[in-house]
């Protein structure tokens, strides 16, 4: 299993950046998808999470500004991100639990990282 995050970048504080997270590999079914964040000598945090049947749940700090979704059927996540700050830069992690097999063990899945900065 593999999980490919795209979509950072720089942008201007205010602006607005998407970042999507799709699943591949031998996948019997996702659980919860979410996305972490890191900043520089900071410890990693949840920024939010999406369970299969759609409820999420945020970080305060993004509540309002960030919307997280996904698509079941291209196993893919997204974070739309908007009104973006300085504070919101650091690498972004997406992460998925997922059953390889019917019988088998949720298993956590990490992205690559894609770096998410924010100019003032």
């Known amino acids: 299993v593999q999980l490919q995050a795209s979509g950072g970048g720089l942008v201007r504080a205010g602006g607005s950046l998407r970042l999507s997270c799709a699943a591949s590999?031998?996948?019997?079914?996702?659980?919860?998808m979410g996305w972490y964040r890191q900043a520089p000598g900071k410890q990693r945090e949840l920024v939010a999470a999406?369970?299969?049947?759609?409820?999420?749940n945020y970080l305060d700090s993004v509540k309002g500004r960030f919307a997280i979704s996904r698509d079941n059927a291209k196993n893919t996540a997204y974070l739309q991100m908007n009104s973006l700050k300085p504070d919101d830069t650091a690498v972004y992690y997406c992460?998925?639990?997922?059953?390889?097999?019917?019988?088998?063990?949720?298993?956590?899945?990490w992205g690559q990282g894609t770096q998410v900065t924010v100019s003032s």
């Open positions: 999406v369970t299969s049947s759609g409820n999420t």
């Open positions: 992460n998925a639990n997922i059953k390889t097999a019917r019988f088998g063990a949720l298993t956590p899945y």
């Open positions: 590999g031998t996948i019997f079914r996702i659980d919860a």
